[in-house]
Nanobody
Framework: QVQLVESGGGLVQAGGSLRLSCAASGRTFSSYAMGWFRQAPGKERELVAR???????VYADSVKGRFTVSRDNYEKAVYLEIGSLKPEDTAVYYCNAFSAVTRREYWGQGTQVTVSS
């Protein structure tokens, strides 16, 4: 069982930056691929970035070069540095943990990011 708690969202002007954090509980954090998803009003939830167990990363095309995902297995945390924010980045951002072994995944409650133009 993994519990995820996001923090760091807020209201920011276009061009600004934020750092989202996700704190995880559980003994097997390092065995999970960790990801950040987002869901804007009226839209489906989409993958923003993922960092695998071997620390390789995947990004959505829309955020490449602006977002950076990282993990700290000792602290059981995953981070998303988001920069050069655009109004279209406005969404609720969710932390996700996925186990390729058990096929289980877990979600946090989400943190709101609002970008004003």
């Amino acid at each position: 069982q993994v519990q995820l708690v996001e923090s760091g969202g807020g209201l920011v002007q276009a061009g600004g930056s934020l750092r989202l954090s996700c704190a995880a509980s559980g003994r097997t954090f390092s065995s999970y691929a960790m990801g950040w998803f987002r869901q804007a009003p009226g839209k489906e939830r989409e993958l923003v970035a993922r960092v695998r167990r071997d620390r390789t990363t995947v990004y959505a095309d829309s955020v490449k070069g602006r977002f950076t995902v990282s993990r700290d297995n000792y602290e059981k945390a995953v981070y998303l540095e988001i920069g050069s924010l655009k109004p279209e980045d406005t969404a609720v951002y969710y932390c996700n943990a996925f186990s390729a072994v058990t096929r289980r995944e877990y979600w946090g409650q989400g943190t709101q990011v609002t970008v004003s133009s």
